[in-house]
DNA sequence: AGCGCCATGTAAGTGGTTACATGATTGT
DNA sequence: ACAATCATGTAACCACTTACATGGCGCT
């Protein structure tokens, strides 16, 4: 699944700029899709090249225009067969975790700093799920509350094995000791 | 970090070809970080034109010489270098929280077969896991047994948020109840 | 007869990132 | 003064994926 696809589901929830389209990644997307501006809006284009949405242009002064973008009627059905997959991947690209596979090359002291640079991202990310949940979750469909819940439950757990593991790393240094 | 920063990491471990890389690629690393032949064979030309790796070309009858790399001291210095990031991304990228999002969309069928799906990739996953567990573990530097576990209690969380889970999607259709 | 394992590589394509370009308004 | 928010876009670049190309050996 690309950008193009996901800002198409996105609109099925009413019409939306780039901009707004962006919030959404940063927030309810940002743990699982990430997307830039760079991305987003030559997938608004293109989407509204091939007649899957309408954009309505709405000048302001001393600003672009802003361009709402609307899901048409082929729009939904693009969208419904993608949704078709039924085995969509998950996959994980971690640069902490190829990282760590290397500890015992790394100085204690930098071991240290990535660990609780992982705890910290962790915290940020629950909070940030926790702020969407207090705010707006009640009106979401289902699905968003699904995935909400499953971004926070992994966020827990890696939290939790980070937590009670981390000795296994950091007890040692990465000086091989002499007692083989 | 790239493909060729993680075979450099590899190759810490001993000498290998490329082919053997791609097995680490495929049981150790694979659930967090993928790499392909198109990659990998690449990358290590690339490290071996840097001279970060040297490369033994061993003859064999009818097949391609066997190339086997060797980390330098250069390359260790490089290694050594790129760990030193404290802060390390891990990114997950998911067709399937994506899909989720727009489960009010789908009929209840094909919700159920992408969640049935997940949960045999979770599945597939802790069996992979523990093979290696069984098999080779003990002798492995603690960062990769910390890798190994980590991927373990992911797996098991979302295996867990899944089944308890679930109903939240699959108990109501996606046609809309005219109850509004 | 066919599949999977061994073993390497290239070339084209894809999909995304990063940096750049523009510029008014509102808050601290 | 400075940063953030609003608002859009392009162009160069990058890393990786996919498909193709080659071909013997051993197992069922």
Same sequence: chains 1, 2.
Wanted: charged share 25%; proline share 4%.
């Amino acid at each position: 699944m690309d950008v193009k696809t996901v800002c198409l589901g996105m609109l099925t929830d009413g019409a939306a700029s780039g901009y707004d389209l962006k919030k959404n990644f940063e927030s309810t997307f940002g743990h699982f899709f990430a997307a830039g501006f760079g991305s987003i809006y030559p997938a608004l284009s293109s989407l509204a090249d091939n007649g899957l949405v309408t954009c309505e242009h709405i000048p302001q002064d001393g600003k672009p225009d802003r361009k709402v973008y609307e899901i048409t009627a082929e729009g939904t059905a693009f969208l419904l067969e993608a949704l078709q997959d039924p085995a969509p991947c998950h996959k994980v690209r971690s640069d902490f975790l190829a990282t760590m596979c290397f500890a015992h090359l790394m100085p204690s002291k930098q071991i240290e700093a990535v660990l609780d640079n992982r705890l910290e991202d962790c915290a940020y990310y629950s909070e940030m799920i926790s702020d969407i949940e207090a705010n707006r979750m009640d009106d979401w469909p289902p699905g968003q509350q699904f995935v909400a819940g499953f971004g926070k439950a992994m966020i827990a757990a890696m939290k939790k094995y980070v937590e009670e593991n981390r000795h296994l790393l950091s007890e040692q240094t990465h000086i091989k000791s002499a007692t083989g």
